[in-house]
Nanobody, 125 residues
Framework: QVQLAESGGGSVQAGGSLRLSCAASGYSGSTNCMGWFRQAPGKEREGVAS????????YYGDSVKGRFNISQATAKNTLYLQMDSLRPEDTAMYYC??????????????????WGQGTQVTVSS
């Protein structure tokens, strides 16, 4: 059973940084794509960043480009999101997601089959 466990959320002042981690387990082989999504109260879920875990290509939402960086551990079972220059509008629950299909793209509009429980990020002004 595939499991994704996020950690690293917390409270920070505007301009600060946080690093989120996502530990993936319960499968053999490799995922094809992993990503970070976020959802603020009263808002729709938003794609933050995704990474093709086989080829390394990365994709970012427009609101985080230049501030956030997605990466994976060498063993490829841990996903990271380095968040710098945080803004109050980055406040949300952040979720890690993954899919294993080589037939799907690795953009944030793709269907992700597995999701973590989320970690809260709060940025104060």
């Amino acid at each position: 059973q595939v499991q994704l466990a996020e950690s690293g959320g917390g409270s920070v002042q505007a301009g600060g940084s946080l690093r989120l981690s996502c530990a993936a387990s319960g499968y053999s082989g490799s995922t094809n794509c992993m990503g970070w999504f976020r959802q603020a109260p009263g808002k729709e879920r938003e794609g933050v960043a995704s990474i093709d875990t086989r080829g390394g290509s990365t994709y970012y939402g427009d609101s985080v480009k230049g501030r956030f960086n997605i990466s994976q551990a060498t063993a490829k079972n841990t996903l990271y999101l380095q968040m710098d220059s945080l803004r109050p509008e980055d406040t949300a629950m952040y979720y890690c997601a993954a899919h294993f299909s080589r037939l799907r793209l690795c953009t944030m509009s793709a269907t992700f089959d597995y999701w973590g429980q989320g970690t809260q990020v709060t940025v104060s002004s």
